[in-house]
């Protein structure tokens, strides 16, 4: 079956600690996208990608980074440097690239991140 | 910039009720309207889009209506069961004033009552 995963479901944090959330699809998408989800609140975009070995910040992108390697894979790393990161990390992916946005979105089942 | 406001939840119906969700949005350009549901502990999963003024769309019995006039999208359905409670969210995608991203609505929380 194709699909979006996102690996770890939960994940727990030590404040100062970097972390990394696995995204992986074999849709054969272009584009790929991270959102963070807070309680009551909509997806906010932190990253997208269009295409390999590119990336563009989204709206709050500060104190996370990102990488593009491979078509299928779009890894996101909370740093230190994140305020605040307690939150579900929502990754997707859309068919093409130069359409991205207008496009529909194919999401993972998400990543609950706790910071103790 | 590009904006999407929906109707605060939480909303609760006996199952069998009529469902409606507003939303209306502020863009320009020539955006692609969507609702997602959000089940509980999951992703998001798309339930239907438009692509232009007047386009409906439609899925599961779900029903929304492109409307450049009122700039509304608002969902609806005839008759809900228990197994739509969910959260929905409006989303623009493509709007030129957004950066062309895609922009989500705070979503509604809906309970169905057996």
């Known amino acids: 079956d194709g699909g979006i995963t996102q690996s770890p479901k939960y994940l727990f944090r030590k404040e100062g600690q970097n972390v990394t959330l696995s995204c992986e699809q074999n849709?054969?998408?272009?584009?790929m996208y991270w959102y963070r989800q807070d309680p009551g609140q909509g997806l906010r975009l932190i990253y997208y990608?269009?295409?390999?070995?590119?990336?563009q910040k989204g709206d709050i992108a500060e104190g996370y980074s990102v990488s593009r390697e491979k078509k299928e894979s779009f890894p996101l790393t909370v740093t230190s440097a994140q305020k605040n990161p307690t939150a579900f990390y929502l990754c997707a992916s859309s068919r093409s690239g130069q359409g991205a946005f207008t496009d529909t979105q194919y999401f993972g089942p998400g990543t609950r991140l706790t910071v103790l | 910039g590009d904006s999407v406001t929906q109707m605060e939840g939480p909303v609760t119906l006996s199952e069998e009720a009529f469902l409606t969700i507003n939303c209306t949005y502020t863009?320009?350009?020539?955006?692609?309207l969507f609702w997602y549901v959000q089940y509980p502990g999951e992703g998001l999963q798309l339930l239907l889009k438009?692509?232009?003024?007047?386009d409906k769309g439609s899925n599961k019995g779900f029903e929304a209506t492109y409307r450049k006039e009122t700039t509304s999208f608002h969902l609806e359905k005839g008759s809900v069961q228990v197994s739509d409670s969910a959260v929905y969210f409006c989303a623009l995608g493509g709007g030129r004033t957004g950066g062309f991203k895609t922009i989500f609505g705070a979503g509604t929380r809906l309970f169905v009552k057996a």
């Open positions: 863009a320009t350009g020539y955006p692609s």
């Open positions: 990608s269009q295409i390999v070995n590119d990336f």
């Open positions: 849709l054969n998408h272009d584009a």
């Open positions: 438009a692509t232009k003024a007047d």
